[in-house]
């Protein structure tokens, strides 16, 4: 296996920048972004109060999840061009300070939860915590599945954004959920493939690598096709107009035409590369038109 080189440049950066980089700062902020989803679609007046701390807890587990998964990911890091630079392969913070920055977030996140929030949405916050880090994390390198189990915990924020304001695990809250299970596999799968030689260095297990580019693409397709009756079951549930339904045919077609193409195109990496920014686009989106939805509604 190639371990990349670590670049050394005259302008490292500050300690704090890269313990906060740990973290994972633009994945926190969508996770915080769909918590926010799931907060605005409540039924009734949300206090400020819950807000700021439904928010704060949210942030901080997802931040713990990914300080661990950097952590148990170090050596596999290395071995990849893309996250080589990254703070703990690169040696410039260690993983024990790294597992105590987690454990102090993880704790912190938990008590912030059930103290001020309540016990259901502290309970989805450790199920994710833990799942990312000790099922999803080691799982990748036995089997392209744990791209499934790994949605899991990705889709959390948006149903503690749910509980938080409810009190309850309910339709709506797993329709939210729901939605963003099936984004995250299109998502990936397009990163696997227009990544797939390092993964393969790293050795990772991804549906491109295991069963082939072609069956990775079919399965992007369907899963883009599914993203579009989900995303319009929150109209049937009562939270959301055809304003945003159809915004959200549009936007659902638009990523279904997109996963078409990867079948007729000779590079499948630009294809992918297309996909995956299309993917960034449709989801912000999606969630602002959804609470844009309520004020209209």
């Not at 740990?22 to 926190?28: D, S, V, W």
């Not at 790994?150 to 939210?176: K, R, V």
Request: net charge positive.
């Amino acid at each position: 296996m190639t371990r990349y080189p670590v670049k050394k440049s005259s302008k490292q950066p500050h300690p704090f920048q890269d313990f906060v980089s740990l973290t994972k700062p633009r994945i926190n902020l969508l996770s915080l972004l769909m918590a926010c989803g799931g907060i605005a679609l409540a039924p009734g007046s949300v206090p400020g109060e819950t807000w700021a701390w439904a928010l704060l807890g949210v942030g901080l587990a997802v931040g713990s999840a990914n300080i661990l998964n950097m952590v148990l990911e170090r050596k596999t890091d290395a071995l990849m061009a893309r996250t080589a630079m990254r703070p703990i392969p690169a040696g410039r913070v260690s993983p024990d300070a790294a597992i105590i920055m987690a454990t102090i977030l993880g704790a912190a996140s938990q008590g912030v939860l059930l103290l001020k929030v309540n016990a259901i949405t502290a309970l989805l916050g450790a199920f994710a915590l833990v799942t990312y880090a000790f099922v999803y994390t080691p799982l990748k390198r036995r089997t392209p599945a744990a791209l499934l189990v790994g949605t899991l915990p990705g889709a959390a924020p948006p149903l503690m954004g749910w509980t938080a304001a409810t009190g309850q695990i309910d339709a709506p809250g797993l329709a939210l959920f729901g939605i963003l299970v099936i984004w995250q596999i299109p998502h990936f799968l397009a990163i696997a493939v227009y990544s797939a030689p390092e993964y393969k260095n790293a050795g990772i297990l991804v549906v491109p690598l295991v069963r082939g580019e072609r069956i990775a693409i079919l399965q992007t397709i369907a899963w883009s096709s599914l993203l579009i009756p989900m995303s319009l079951l929150l109209i049937p549930l009562a939270i959301a107009s055809w304003v945003y339904g159809f915004a959200a045919i549009l936007g659902g077609g638009w990523l279904l035409w997109l996963s078409l193409q990867g079948l007729h195109t000779d590079d499948t990496d630009a294809w992918a590369r297309r996909f995956f920014k299309a993917t960034l686009i449709y989801l912000p989106a999606l969630t602002g038109i959804l609470i844009l939805d309520q004020f209209w509604n």
